[in-house]
């Protein structure tokens, strides 16, 4: 009896182990990454004319224990480059290239 139980305690363990032991399901995983590559949307086109393009830039990192500057200067300088933006297409609107 005690070889019984053992033998069957065994087979159960290697019944419940052999899912873990098989690789990963590629097929899923390829399609995984097709349907993702799918979503990719392509980048939305701004509007302006393409020298006030460079304009448009990355503010600091205001917030958190490695912050390089303050949210009242990003404020400051969001500020700034929206007068500057709105500028360079007030002047291409006049002359007339877009």
């Not at 020298?51 to 205001?62: E, I, K, Q």
């Not at 480059?81 to 002047?91: G, I, P, Q, R, S």
């Amino acid at each position: 009896m005690k070889k019984f139980v053992s033998m069957l305690i065994g087979t159960v363990a290697l019944a419940v182990a052999f899912p873990a032991l098989a690789g990963p399901d590629w097929s899923v995983i390829e399609q995984a990454r097709k349907d993702k590559r799918a979503q990719v949307t392509p980048p939305v086109a701004l509007s302006g004319p393409r020298g006030c393009m460079a304009l448009l830039v990355a503010l600091p990192l205001d917030h958190g224990p490695r912050a390089q500057t303050t949210p009242d200067q990003n404020r400051v300088r969001r500020e700034r480059l929206a007068a500057e933006y709105k500028a360079c297409v007030d002047a291409a609107a006049k002359s007339g290239t877009q």
